[in-house]
């Protein structure tokens, strides 16, 4: 009679669970990835990061001289016919071959340095 309203609420509590380790871990791989490209200059939060099999974002935060928050965030998608871009949301552009290459280099140096850094157990 009451398992299944129990059933529901661990359910749902394991979900809420899952998710907020899934952000932790991501925010912890977009800090470590932000660091791939050299020293982060003081005052600006850079993120690179790898959302699934086909996405990945470069983003950027900072404070201009008014005091208000600016972010840079350029997403690419990789397809079948090719790698494609947006910049703060503009439509998708297809991307040069050394822009292509660029991002397979960052893409490995990413995931052998989270690798390393984040899920390294043994």
Excluded at 18 to 26: C, D
Excluded at 49 to 70: A, F, I, K, S, T
Aim: glycine residues 6%; contains cysteine.
């Amino acid at each position: 009679m009451f398992k299944k309203p129990f059933d529901k609420i661990i359910s749902q509590n394991l979900e809420r669970k899952r998710t907020k380790l899934y952000q932790a871990y991501l925010k912890t791989e977009a800090k470590a990835g932000g660091y791939l490209f050299g020293q982060v200059p003081r005052g600006i939060q850079r993120e690179f990061y790898c959302l699934d099999e086909q996405n990945w974002v470069w983003r950027e935060r900072w404070l201009d001289m008014d005091g208000q928050v600016q972010v840079h965030t350029t997403e690419y998608l990789i397809k079948q016919d090719g790698i494609f871009k947006s910049e703060n949301k503009a439509d998708y552009q297809r991307v040069s071959k050394d822009e292509a290459e660029s991002l397979y280099d960052a893409a490995k140096a990413y995931e052998q340095t989270i690798g390393q850094e984040i899920y390294n157990f043994v």
